[in-house]
């Protein structure tokens, strides 16, 4: 049984292309993570007292921004993708990756 070529799960999402299956389909998973994240722990401030006034702060400040400032912020400290390639759109990411230049375009 043959998958119709209009199958999304088998469709490179970079390039549109339906992989057919006799072709490796690779799936990606990249994940965008901000260096360091803000320690709220009472171990991580001078103490307990310090570290809830923190925290009510920080909760405070984030009351005021709307829905896509939340998101946007939350993507900056943690992103994840998924999607699939086809073999050539793969080893144009494998390269770009490998040499580190590129990356982005
Ligand atoms: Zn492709």
Redo the contacts with the bound molecule.
Sequence with gaps: MTTPPTDPDRT?E????WVDQRELLFNVRLQIMAEKTLDLTPAATNDLENSTESLQELIEALSCYTDEQVQEATDQVHEEFRFN??P??RHTLHQRIKQRRNLLF
């Design positions: 490179c970079n390039c549109g292309r390639l086809c050539q759109c």
